[in-house]
């Protein structure tokens, strides 16, 4: 598209860029997998705009969007961030997105936030499963779409075969619009194929001249289908005939139908990168191809009480509605809040509302609350440059919201509306963990609380019957950044512990037992004595107390005590520590004393005699079964269906899901997939995900029972 902008950028280091008007505006999102250069492609594009003097590198930790002392240490994103720069007038703010799985919260962030995405694919490297399930995604949702090869001067790259790749894996409609030009393995330049010009980037400025002979061949037919494809997305019917009848198009036209065709979504353009090679066909795309937030459709909106809201549109001038995409807290500065703003325009000192809905279940409380907004800012990387406002399609960062966090909707405080919240994966993998010291505790709900606020992947679980802390996950290099944080953030340092999966008992069998609690001291004594038939009920029928008692031989105030009794025993259990579950207690006779029996000396019966009655019969463990969804590629059908059952599951069946994919259902015990989560990425290569549902309860196998009783699990 070199044809229409020459050249031109835009930009100056220091100095926050401003938009007044949405359709000056792009957001775009760089999505692949870890290692397919996103970063470092923002580097390119920022110091060809003049926002920064020259580019950093991952390895040296001097990016501007790896900026957290996690992704230094540890060379690869784990957070959004968001660089805008300017580019012949157009405020392009550049969302980079973390590419490995675990990160998926602040990827989908990024989705919601962009108008278009940018596909990275390395050229040495090739596409992952997560890529090509993040590509059906944006299809889902008609976010258009475009691919930048990366590393083409990388000495593995091979960039026609990963453009072939692309062609197969993302479907009709990916074309290449230039061709690397490489000579003794170093990128000289690229060859357009509209124009038909190569931009020589031999002397390290870009210069344009006539590709030579020994090209034309490729360029006809690279450039032929070009053309077709174009031609197949124009809404001018007529071209297809002009271009057949051997008719030579014009070049504006066929850029200004490829321009219509990406920004809907319906066609998308192959562009590639290396060093210092590419940057500026790149920001033409972006700029001239890719959708202002005007046209991006709008989120579901309501009212606070649920009805749906359909006036408002990215107007400046509208009613205010924006989103906080992305929330950090620091310990200095505090909590800051990255917003992208819908409709309206949000300035500083403006009072508004804060809604968060639909998310409790992860530890974010419902709530609406008004706050006064604070500083606004233009974030680059870690700088935050002040900014005057931020209008409707775009990106600011809001300073001190004590309230808001990830998913939150901000709205007029007189007008409150609500947003509805993007989809989020359940997290999957549970890690124990609990403080090091005293000092440690203190600190640590305050500090988990903030973690929470900040990341909707995050499900924070205190098990009251297992009486662990335990943080869902969404895998382990998750887990690991984030006690990391609490360590370093915020100092608290916790250990991870074994976590225990809450099982349950019951009887083996029916049974007769009494309950004698008999004793007699100066003054009150306790008298009470209770017979009880225990039997055991089918899974799930939970706990029935059957009263035969005739004849007042038990008074009947004291009935009510004897079952208080059993119930309370149950809960402690009777041969693990486990709960009692699924069982009849009869209470068929007994006897009272008229001074010495009371409330409390038949609870205390009923308790002896269920622990009699424990003596008697066996005692089975009960562990919690849950019904597995598996989806993965036909593939690694047959390999997932194998670690099923060597996990003591029972698959039930399989069914097919669109095209290559296969959900696999099975009935696993919850012991042997508190690390599913990580095998299953193992197995499918990243493309596999499922979801676990409680089932019921069953009989733990007696070699097992035996390790949990004796507390050797």
């Known amino acids: 598209m070199a044809e229409r902008n020459p050249g031109g950028a835009a930009g100056a280091a220091g100095r926050a860029p401003a938009a007044d008007r949405a359709d000056a505006i792009r957001n775009v999102v760089l999505v692949g997998h870890s290692g397919a250069g996103k970063t470092t492609l923002v580097e390119q594009l920022l110091t060809a705009t003049g926002t920064i003097q020259r580019p950093g590198r991952v390895e040296d930790g001097n990016t501007v969007s790896d900026f957290d002392e996690v992704e230094v240490r540890q060379q690869r994103s784990v957070n959004l961030a968001v660089a805008p720069l300017v580019y012949n007038g157009i405020k392009v703010n550049l969302i980079d997105t973390p590419g490995y799985a675990d990160f998926v919260g602040d990827l989908r962030a990024g989705l919601r936030a962009a108008d278009a995405a940018l596909f990275v694919v390395s050229a040495s490297d090739g596409i992952d499963g997560l890529t090509q399930m993040l590509w059906e995604e944006c299809a889902q949702v008609g976010m258009p779409r475009a691919v930048v090869i990366t590393k083409i001067d990388h000495q593995r790259a091979d960039f026609d075969e990963v453009l072939a790749t692309c062609q197969d894996v993302f479907g009709d409609g990916v074309a290449p619009l230039y061709l690397p030009v490489i000579t003794n393995g170093n990128v000289n330049g690229l060859i357009g194929l509209l124009s038909e010009k190569f931009y020589n980037y031999a002397t390290g400025t870009r210069t344009e001249k006539e590709p030579g002979a020994e090209y034309a061949a490729q360029i006809e037919e690279r450039r032929g289908e070009l053309i077709e494809g174009i031609i197949q997305e124009s809404e001018d019917e007529s071209l297809m005939e002009r271009y057949l009848g051997g008719e030579h198009l014009d070049t504006k036209i066929l850029v200004a139908d490829l321009e219509k065709a990406v920004a809907r979504g319906s066609f998308y353009p192959v562009l590639c990168s290396g060093l210092g090679v590419g940057a500026e066909e790149l920001l033409e795309i972006v700029t001239q191809g890719f959708p202002s937030p005007l046209e991006h459709p709008m989120p579901e909106i309501t009212d606070l009480s649920g009805k749906p809201v359909k006036y408002i549109t990215c107007d400046p001038d509208g009613p205010l509605v924006a989103e906080v995409v992305k929330t950090t807290s620091d310990p200095y500065v505090g909590r800051i809040s990255l917003v992208r703003v819908f409709s309206g325009t949000l300035r500083p000192d403006m009072t508004v509302h804060v809604s968060g809905h639909g998310l409790a ?31 409707a399609g775009d990106i600011v960062a809001v300073a001190k919201l004590s309230r808001a966090e990830t998913g939150d909707t901000l709205s007029d405080a007189d007008h409150p509306l609500l947003m509805t919240s993007w989809a989020m994966p359940d997290p999957l993998l549970p890690a124990a963990i609990r403080a090091k010291s005293k000092a440690d505790e203190d600190k640590l709900s305050q500090a988990l609380g903030r973690l929470v606020a900040e990341d909707p992947t995050l499900r924070l679980e205190n098990n009251a019957e297992t009486k662990q802390l335990v943080l869902w996950c969404m895998g382990e290099a998750h887990t690991d950044v984030l006690l990391d944080r609490l360590a370093k953030r915020y100092g608290v ?81 009777v041969v693990a520590g486990y709960p009692m579950v699924d069982v009849r207690v009869t209470l068929y006779d007994g006897k009272a004393h008229s001074v010495d029996s009371s409330d409390m000396a038949f609870q205390i019966a009923g308790q002896l005699a269920l622990k009699e009655a424990a003596s008697k019969v066996p005692t089975l463990l009960l562990e919690p079964v849950d019904e597995l969804s598996v989806l993965v590629a036909d593939d690694y059908v047959g390999s997932v269906m194998s670690d099923l059952s060597s996990r003591r599951g029972r698959v039930i069946g399989t069914e097919p899901v669109g095209t290559g994919r296969t959900l696999v259902k099975a009935e696993v015990p919850e012991l042997e997939i508190t690390r599913y989560a990580i095998d299953l990425r193992s197995m499918s290569h990243g493309t596999g995900t499922f979801q676990r549902t409680f089932l019921r309860y069953e009989p733990l196998p007696p070699n097992l029972a035996n390790k949990v009783a004796s507390g050797t699990q």
């Open 361 to 391: 279940d992860r530890g974010h409380e419902d709530h609406d609350v008004d706050e006064r907004i604070g500083t606004l800012t233009c974030p680059l990387g870690k700088q935050q440059r002040p900014a005057a406002k931020g209008v």
């Open 493 to 573: 340092e916790v250990e991870r512990v074994e976590l225990r999966v809450p099982l349950r008992e019951t009887f083996g069998g029916k049974c007769q037992a009494m309950g004698r609690n008999v004793k007699q001291t100066g003054g009150h004594g306790q008298y009470a004595i209770c017979h009880l038939e225990v039997e055991p009920l089918p899974s799930g029928a939970g706990f029935e107390f059957v009263d035969k008692i005739v004849g007042g031989v038990v008074p009947r105030q004291f009935i009510p005590s004897v079952e208080k009794g059993v119930r309370a025993q149950m809960e402690r259990g």
